[in-house]
């Protein structure tokens, strides 16, 4: 491959596609790279072993195939099974890297974007005028809150 372009965090998901000049190409996940002389598009997947339950990142150019077994996508690598992550606890071990957070046991919120914090609703903001969106947060998550 002679030139690449990074896409930082393109956010699409599973199943949706990008159009580009050269037609329509599948897109999974985030960050991809596109070749520029065939506009071929390699993303990440966020996904889970089948095996061991771990979530994990793989390049979509390590798909080998990908197949549907009882109503659910299972992707296949030369070496492993995987299955797309969909739920919360699938995404919390590679996003608490990256400065999120669990504060109730139905979210995960990026910290860097709490902006205000009002205890008597147990709601953080991402605003500071509080009319935005919000996240609950519960008792035992409170002082992950503290001085904002």
Known sequence: MDEHRVYEHTYIHLQEYLHT?????????????????????FMDILVVNL????????????????????????????TSEYRP?????????????????ALEKSNLTNMTEVRDYDLSSKKAFFDKSRKGKHVSVSRRNKEKLEGL
């Open 21 to 41: 000049s050269t037609g329509n190409c599948r897109v999974w996940n985030h960050t991809s790279v596109v070749h520029t002389s065939t506009e071929v598009i």
């Open 51 to 78: 095996k061991t339950g771990t979530p994990k990142v793989i390049q979509s150019k390590q798909v080998v195939y990908l197949e549907s077994r009882e109503g659910k996508t299972i992707i296949h690598t030369k």
């Open 85 to 101: 992550a969909y739920a919360l606890r699938d995404f919390a071990p590679i996003l608490f890297a990256e400065g999120f957070e």
